[in-house]
């Protein structure tokens, strides 16, 4: 039988300017898939939205229908919270566009566009900004919980590259938020999440990059993972500001060319090294490595975007995941003891453990000056990701990384965590990764913006109680 919402859904079809997408329609499985297959979830229509007048009438039927809304951008939550289940879910996909002016270093960026769009049209001119690891996440996200990747340590992160940023809001308002314009809110989207409103237009600032960068991939067996951790521990800490580093602790071996066959799916300690700068600079920061005997290697200049997209493989679409971060301020004794502990004791053989070295441009930004959760002065942040192909393998890996994390809780630095690497957002989590003083102003920045909390379906900001918004 057909219900009133059924037959309103009808009638919105016919004057919404974007696509309406029931179960029915061709398109919607697609469309309300995930690149974490730990979720499948069935909104119960999908708001195809290629303008932010699209966005605002999404958002008005949710709330004229009773539907929760939640917002798809490139679809990689890890909790998978971009896909409501029975409610409406807003599709940014269409909005992909990047448009770039090189000769004030700009690039604006629609809400629903990829890692991979943003590189490829910034490329074009020699330019780049801070934009993560995997190319086919999506710029929304990766944006409103700060922006880790490869040239975070020369430029800072994504949102430190932030100059503005179009939002519509709870009430369907389209607004500008920048350093002059709703200060308060522009505050709160660099790391708040997607708490405030639906960004629909990204505007960032540009740094010369490439075409071609530098990198350094060596793999230490699992029985060697002390001393590899160990060792990038300290190439890490000594890093100039145009390189980065990654580790993948308990990461397997790839079939990849460069990998002797021998050694394909082996679990280990990878070290990547990444140089911007001149090919004599790159070689004396790997030196120190390859004198270590590592048990093979992979060195060679590329192009940046290639570089973006090298661990992409890695981090297949429909892969089931399930994450806990951290920071540490430092690698010690102990906390090597402990991840050289727990690696062995995964059952996947695609867990482990991605440690992002910090440091460089990240802390030249004041903890305070963004919504960034936890410290900038940390030395690294880490995700215990139990990542596996079937849902058995990832609920015994997911005990194994809560494990892990508690184990390794002592030895961090306490001062939150960053809310990309969180599947689960309990409200004390949620909390403890801002820090008291940065929630309660977050809470009443969501007062002021979204008092009915309309966008819950993230790393939820409560808003705050007795709260009067100022006139508008």
Known sequence: MTDTVDIHIETFRTRFGGTVLTGTDAGYDS??????????????????????????????????????????????SLSGVSVVENGLMIDLSPMNQVSVDPDTRRAVCGGGAALADLDAATQEHGLAVTAGIVSHTGVGGLTLGGGLGWLMRSFGLTIDNLVAAEVVLADGRVVRAAEDERPDLFWALRGGGGNFGVVTRFEYRLHPVGPQVHVGLFFWPLERSREALRLSRDVAEALPRNANAIIGAGLSAPPAPFVPEQYHHLAGCALILTGFGSAAEHERLIRPVRETRPLFEFVTPMPYV?????????????????????????????AIGVIAEHLPRKTSSMSFVPMFALGGAVSDTADAD?????????????????????????????????????????????????????????????????GEEKYTRLARVKAEYDPDNVFHLNANIKPAVGTVPPPR
């Open 31 to 76: 469309a309300r898939s995930l690149w974490n297959g730990a979720f499948d979830r069935h909104p119960r229509l999908i708001a195809r939205c290629g303008s932010a007048d699209d966005v605002a009438a999404a958002i008005g039927f949710a709330a004229a229908e009773g539907l929760e809304v939640s917002v798809r951008g490139g679809g990689h």
């Open 306 to 334: 290639q570089l973006q997209q090298m661990l992409n493989e890695s981090a297949p679409w429909g892969i089931l995941d399930y994450d806990k971060g951290l920071y540490l301020d430092e690698l010690t004794e102990e």
């Open 370 to 434: 963004t919504a960034f959760g936890g410290s900038r002065a940390a030395r690294f942040a880490l995700a215990i990701s139990a990542i596996a192909p079937i849902q058995e393998m990832l609920d015994v890996d997911r005990e194994w990384a809560r494990s892990f994390w508690s184990a390794l809780q002592p030895y961090s630095s306490g001062a939150g965590s960053y809310v990309n690497f969180m599947s689960e957002y309990e409200d004390d989590r949620v909390r403890a990764a801002y």
